[in-house]
């Protein structure tokens, strides 16, 4: 995946507002239901390059390799029928830690209920 701070077009020094308000550009401009375009993927580019970035705050400055973070963290209650961006739904959600897709190489992380 490439870097959520590029698909945003901000840098890794931008503050949490300025990233929010890009986002929020993003999804004006690409949201299904405001464009007559077919905007499906930038839509959801947009949403998992936010997410990556919400989920790892704490090394929002560092060079990460986001290949190597999960798809989606998930409290383990709401983990029985998530679904991988591939489509494919995850199995063995019913312990904590990260989870397999068994079609694509992304996974979850199952956290415990907060």
């Not at 409290?75 to 029985?80: D, G, V």
Request: glycine letters at 4%; hydrophobic letters at 30%; a negative charge.
């Amino acid at each position: 995946m490439e870097c959520p701070y590029v698909v945003l077009g901000v840098s890794k020094e931008s503050s949490q507002k300025e990233i929010k308000r890009a986002y929020i550009q993003g999804v004006k401009k690409t949201h299904p239901d405001m464009t007559r375009h077919d905007t499906d993927a930038e839509f959801i580019r947009i949403k998992e390059a936010y997410a990556k970035i919400l989920v790892t705050p704490h090394i929002q400055q560092t060079n990460v390799d986001w290949d190597s973070l999960p798809y989606l963290v998930v409290e383990i209650s709401n983990a029985k029928d998530v679904k991988c961006r591939c489509g494919t739904i995850y199995t063995d959600t019913d312990q904590i830690g990260p989870v397999e897709c068994m079609t694509c190489s992304h996974y979850i992380e199952i956290i415990p209920d907060a």
